[in-house]
């Protein structure tokens, strides 16, 4: 017998090796090719194309329009644009608050629950994590109810004697309503980038979307909670007394051990949180559609909506390929900052 | 003293955010076993008055939600089941098996676990469409029967399984594929049932994609099916009794799944967080 | 080495392109000989439609030997549109008016109306609706119109007789005046275009020319229009249901919270479900320089890649029957889309005299391509109609259907 290094197959010829590692990858291999890859090509092909949903896009007599569906996003002064550029606004606003919200929310929470002082902290982790499996498109049901015109948050204000707003039509924007302004000041109104007035990009999320924002936060933060939680348990309790000893007091712990700690945990949280809200849809589709007046008009359904019920698959794409360049920059930009902190 | 207020605020602390947590179920519940007008006239209130089950007797018969909830099991069971098969086939020839080109297809796992899905609804319509597979139940599965962060997870498992378990049964002669359904798959107990119940919620909630792979009425699933029955519905107060009870419908099985293997989850959450 | 992996997975993506069936496409579809199989996708407006639309469909499958299945959709225009470009569309299906010009101009349609027997029955207004660059495509299912609904016990107690029922927008105004009262809006108006679009209409106003090919939306007219509507806004002498609580002006009507509103023929059955008790009577609409009202209507379309072509246009020939659509009137209230029906129509159901006069001068949705997100851009502008100027909201509308229509 021959000898063989531990652990190790024998390498009996390179060829039949190969072969095997191949075929056990062979079928994840095939199916993300085929899923993943092609569609890809293939989208990349029709968005340089005014195809409408006719026939093989594939096929000659498809209209090549080269990269008119991208710079029609940015450059020429109609709908397509003020749309994009709507959409692009209400993300970057439910973006800004979802995350750091649910951020701080989870860790919150898994603070609490890792209180060594609680009964019962098993009980509430589930009860915190369980949103985060049930299906989006059923909880977004319980949220159109609560929010409803004469839904349970409706009630439950009424207790307090305050009116709340119908939250599903009101396109008003939150950052308008706390000023209190109601028609624009006419620098803001009469000036603007990209076919938006500054008013409008100023406007903050609408009603509306705050709701969603609130149904989001309210789903995700379960999951990142558990993150917190197990890179808290990882934290080792001597550091704590050895700083307990040092006299550190319970914010300073907090301040100097725990959070140092928590970095990556943090950065991994925000990084999910990013790429996750940016992808924002079911939500969306199920309770919203865009309305009222376009404030809940995400790229993602925007995109989905300008290729199925306008028929204008090129454009549509284009919009999908925009938003997955955005995550990806920011993605990446977001690292990078993170490495300088650090270092 | 202070350590009895801080455990109070402690409580407090979770109490509440306990009740923001759960008594949106609650009102579900609640609200599917109501009558349309104590649903709208008392919202907030756990307790039906007076009870009645004529919403879900809607449900069944009013709705085609019974095909839906058919559909919804047919897809999800192949679909766990092919994702537990596939991705640990994967996952073992990344962690155990030397072959050419080994580093570089792993590369390719992760690079597509960072791709985003929302970018890919179209791109998947295309795709089906062009090899004629759009509107069947292959579109439905297919597509999503192999998932890169489950053959991550596998992977990972099978690198802590200590070297050398192979070598017995290779020297009996057992070929690479008994080896690993005999030897090692029997060992990743943890890791399939893992795997298994996120597979099984995935492709239980899955949503997106029913909307670009189908949509011939006879094959939606549960998400699908309740998206359409309630979607830009915009707070109208009609219906909540039908449609809250066909929502809870469709949250029962996982969370009864969830009540029994709650630390598989955990685990699951926690594992999928370490391919950041 | 490296490229080892990715190369493969190119090669199995080609290779997976080069076997794709959808490449191969006829260019005309094939005509299938013998009984026909037809697939029928209705928009139902409820369970009477689709039972009553189901037995139509048997009777005259038992009678010409063909089969058909009629599936009612949950959302057809995204339905249909994923079915076209999926390539396996149903035989036969409703066409939205508003829908109806995005899928003609892919050439999805097939244009099969005039085949139809006696096709100069259909009303005029709904022929216009579903003709496109001369061709008449599809048979009109049924249409509705709005018109003037009044409630009867709030009238009265406003010292209101049946003289005073407004015939022109000053004695709109007039009535409303008296109308108003603690607690009750005189007019619950739908804040869309599919409502306040018919005082464009009364004042001699359409969003586009009548061949869809030209944008009129800052005419003058359109202005008198939206200021004339913004005047009631303002005056409280109407309201967008919103303002009052409810979720469309029906509602509102229902509940006495309005004595006036503008809605189609749909009220009555609503009314019925929800308010039963309400009394009222439905009036064609007060002018402005001219009677204008607007419809809403549905078409038979048939897929220009239908194999089975010959056997649908028989289906909608024998559901567009007069006798057909009557019996479907009294199934679920839609009023026949051919004028032969008109006398027995009014004669089943006379309340409904206002809504079937309102055909012969009704303005059908917006008939070219590519509009729905302007459409949707103007209706979000008139939701904030108090709070801006109706210039600029036309002059935006003006703009946006002229990139659309690509002038």
Redesign the interface.
């Known amino acids: 017998m021959r000898r063989r290094r531990a652990g190790l197959p024998a390498r009996r010829g390179h060829l039949r090796d190969d072969v095997t590692g191949w075929l056990f990858a062979a079928p994840v291999v095939v199916i993300l090719g085929v899923f993943l890859l092609l569609p890809i090509l293939m989208a990349m092909w029709v968005s340089l194309t005014s195809w409408n949903g006719q026939g093989s896009p594939f096929k000659g007599g498809v209209p090549f329009v080269g990269l008119d569906n991208y710079s029609r996003l940015f450059t020429r002064d109609d709908l397509a644009r003020q749309d994009f550029m709507t959409s692009i606004r209400n993300n970057v606003y439910y973006v800004a608050i979802v995350v750091p919200l649910q951020t701080v929310l989870a860790l919150g929470l898994a603070l609490v629950v890792n209180s060594r002082l609680l009964k019962g902290r098993s009980f509430f982790r589930s009860a915190f994590f369980f949103p985060s499996v049930t299906s989006s498109v059923a909880v977004s049901v319980v949220f159109l109810f609560i929010f409803g015109n004469s839904g349970a948050l409706a009630q439950l204000l009424g207790f307090f004697g305050v009116k709340g707003p119908e939250w599903f039509s009101d396109s008003r924007g939150v950052l308008h309503l706390l000023l209190g302004v109601d028609t624009p000041p006419a620098a803001l109104a009469d000036h603007g980038v990209f076919g938006l007035s500054w008013w409008e990009w100023l406007s903050g999320p609408s009603v509306a979307m705050c709701a969603i924002i609130a149904l989001v936060v309210w789903t995700t933060s379960g999951t990142f909670m558990l993150m917190f939680l197990a890179a808290l348990q990882d934290i080792p309790v001597t550091l704590e007394e050895a700083a307990m000893l040092d006299g550190a007091g319970r914010r300073q712990r907090f301040r100097y051990v725990t959070l140092p700690m928590l970095r990556p945990t943090m950065f991994l949280v925000l990084t999910l949180g990013l790429i996750g809200t940016w992808q924002v849809f079911d939500q969306i589709y199920v309770m919203s559609q865009g309305a009222p007046a376009k404030t809940t008009l995400t790229p993602a359904f925007l995109s989905y909506r300008t290729a199925f019920r306008d028929f204008d698959y090129g454009a549509g794409t284009a919009i999908s390929f925009v938003l997955f360049l955005i995550i990806v920059l920011l993605t990446l930009f977001q690292r990078r900052v993170m490495r300088e902190r650090r270092g | 003293m202070r350590?009895l207020a801080?455990?109070f605020t402690?409580?407090a602390?979770?109490v509440f955010?306990?009740l923001?947590?759960?008594y949106?179920?609650v009102?579900?519940v609640a609200?599917s076993f109501k009558t349309e007008p104590d649903a709208?006239?008392?919202?907030?209130s756990p307790i039906p008055h007076p009870l009645t089950t004529a919403a879900f007797e809607r449900v069944f018969t009013?709705t085609d939600l019974p095909l839906w909830l058919g559909n919804s099991l047919l897809v999800a069971v192949v679909l766990t089941a092919g994702r537990v098969f596939?991705?640990s086939?994967?996952g073992?020839?990344?962690s155990r098996?030397?072959?050419?080109?080994?580093s570089?297809?792993f590369g390719?796992?992760i690079a597509?676990m960072?791709?985003?899905?929302?970018?890919?609804?179209?791109?998947?319509?295309?795709?089906l469409?062009?090899?004629?597979m759009?509107?069947s139940y292959l579109a439905l599965i297919?597509?999503?029967?192999?998932d890169?962060a489950g053959?991550f997870i596998m992977k990972q498992f099978f690198d802590s399984i200590p070297?050398?378990v192979?070598?017995a049964a290779?020297i009996d002669g057992a070929g690479?594929f008994r080896v690993?359904w005999s030897v090692v798959l029997p060992m990743a107990r943890p890791a399939l049932i893992t795997l298994t119940i996120i597979s099984f919620?995935g492709a239980?909630?899955e949503?997106?994609h029913t909307?670009?792979a189908v949509?011939d009425?006879a094959l939606f699933t549960?998400?699908r099916?309740?998206?359409?029955?309630?979607?830009?519905?915009?707070?109208?107060?009609?219906q909540?009794p039908l449609?809250?009870g066909?929502?809870?419908l469709?949250?029962i099985p996982?969370?009864v799944i969830?009540v029994i293997f709650?630390r598989h989850?955990?685990r699951g959450?926690?594992e999928g967080?370490s391919k950041? | 080495m490296k490229l080892h992996p990715l190369a493969a997975l190119a090669a199995t993506a080609l290779a997976a392109t080069a076997c794709g069936s959808g490449f191969e496409e006829p260019e005309a579809a094939p005509q299938s000989s013998g009984p026909a199989s037809l697939r029928v996708l209705i928009a139902s407006s409820g369970d009477p439609e689709t039972a009553a639309v189901k037995d139509a469909a048997a009777a005259w499958a038992g009678s010409s030997g063909n089969q058909v299945t009629v599936t009612p959709a949950q959302d057809i225009h995204q339905q249909l549109g994923q079915a076209f470009a999926g390539g396996n569309p149903p035989d036969v299906f409703y066409v939205d008016a508003s829908r109806f010009a995005d899928y003609a101009s892919v050439g999805a349609l097939e244009p099969y109306a005039d085949k139809i027997s006696d096709p100069d029955d259909f009303y005029p207004s709904l022929r216009t609706t579903f003709t496109r660059d001369g061709k008449f495509y599809c048979a009109p299912k049924d249409f509705s119109t709005l018109a003037l609904i009044v409630n009867e016990g709030l009238w009265k107690k406003a010292g209101l007789g049946e003289a005073d029922v407004p015939k022109t927008w000053d004695e709109l105004t007039a009535v409303a005046g008296r109308l108003k009262a603690e607690g009750i809006t005189p007019l619950a108006l739908g804040d869309t275009r599919d409502r306040i679009g018919a005082f464009m209409v009364q004042a001699g106003g359409w969003i586009t020319s009548p061949d869809g090919k030209r944008a009129t939306g800052d005419s003058p007219e359109n202005l008198k229009a939206l200021e004339y509507v913004r005047s009631l806004l303002k005056d409280k002498l109407a309201a967008y249901p919103k303002q009052l609580s409810a979720s469309w002006p029906g509602e509102a009507f229902g509940k006495g919270k309005a004595a006036m509103t503008i809605e189609g023929n749909w009220i009555k059955g609503a009314l019925k479900a929800d308010y039963p008790d309400i009394r009222y009577k439905a009036y064609e609409l007060p002018q402005g320089a001219e009677q204008g009202t607007l419809s809403f209507t549905n078409c038979w379309g048939i897929a220009a890649k239908s194999p089975s072509k010959t056997a649908a246009v028989a289906f909608v020939e024998a559901m567009t029957k007069a006798e057909q659509q009557m019996t479907f009137a009294k199934e679920f209230g839609v009023m026949p889309s051919r004028q032969s029906a008109k006398d027995a129509y009014t004669k089943e159901f006379p309340a409904d005299t206002a809504f079937v006069n309102g055909a012969a001068y009704a303005q059908g949705p917006v008939n070219a391509p590519k509009m729905d997100s302007v459409l949707a851009d103007l209706d979000a502008g008139l939701q904030q109609l108090t709070a801006q100027d109706p210039k600029a909201l036309l002059a935006r509308l003006q703009k946006n259907t002229q990139s659309a229509l690509g002038e």
């Open positions: 350590r801080s455990t402690g409580y602390i979770l955010f306990a923001v947590f759960v949106p179920f009102i579900q609200t709208a006239a008392s919202p907030l009013g596939l991705d086939l994967a073992y020839a990344l098996l030397r072959f050419r080109g080994r570089a297809l390719a796992v597509v960072a791709v985003p899905g929302v970018v890919l609804f179209i791109p998947k319509f295309l795709v469409n062009q090899l004629g759009y509107d297919l597509p999503i029967i192999v890169a053959v070297a050398g192979e070598e290779r690479p690993f919620q239980w909630n949503f997106p909307l670009v949509q009425p549960l998400p099916g309740l998206a359409d029955l309630v979607s830009g519905s915009l707070g109208g107060g009609t909540y449609k809250l066909a929502a809870l469709a949250t996982v969370a969830f709650q989850f955990v959450a926690n967080s950041g």
